[in-house]
């Protein structure tokens, strides 16, 4: 039975990557990740680096590494980077949450599931605004 709560799937350098809304917003789970189990909020709170000489991995802006994503490809890492809108860093043109093929499959999960999101709608997140992408309510996603 497939998860209400997933707005987003996707198979990078063999592993999947989903978008999912939890309690507090839009959140990004890597499915194979057995050292890290747990989610992290996508939106301002991301961002993927290379510390010299280790491996990559997606951090919070506190420097936990959170999605650790050893062997994966420059072309893997910037295939991530630009389906969840997460910026490399050490990259001039930063791309954002808002521009990516996720953002777009949350808009229509909104849509497809107006009381999840609105369960989901009422505590802080690192993506203000990802609720109102109903583009027929006022202060829709259009601002952000």
């Given amino acids: 039975m497939p998860d ?16 999912t809304v939890c309690v507090d917003g839009p959140h990004l789970k890597m499915l194979e990740n057995r050292a890290y189990d747990h989610s ?28 650790v994503l050893p062997l994966f490809a420059d072309e893997d890492i910037e295939a991530i980077s630009r389906e969840f809108g997460i910026p490399i860093a050490g990259r001039m043109r ?27 709608s009422h505590t802080d997140t690192f993506a203000p605004g990802w609720y109102d992408v109903n ?10």
Wanted: charged content about 20%.
């Fill in 40 to 67: 992290v909020p996508l939106g301002s709170a991301l961002e993927i680096s290379k510390p010299v000489g280790r491996q990559y991995f997606a951090i919070s802006q506190s420097n936990e590494p959170r999605i």
């Fill in 135 to 144: 583009s027929s309510r006022p202060g829709n996603w259009a601002r952000y």
């Fill in 94 to 120: 930063a791309l954002s949450f808002t521009e990516s093929p996720a953002w777009n499959a949350l808009k229509r999960w909104v849509n497809q599931h107006p009381n999840i999101a609105r369960a989901c």
């Fill in 4 to 19: 209400r709560h997933e707005f987003y799937r996707i198979e990078i350098c063999g592993r999947i990557f989903i978008g």
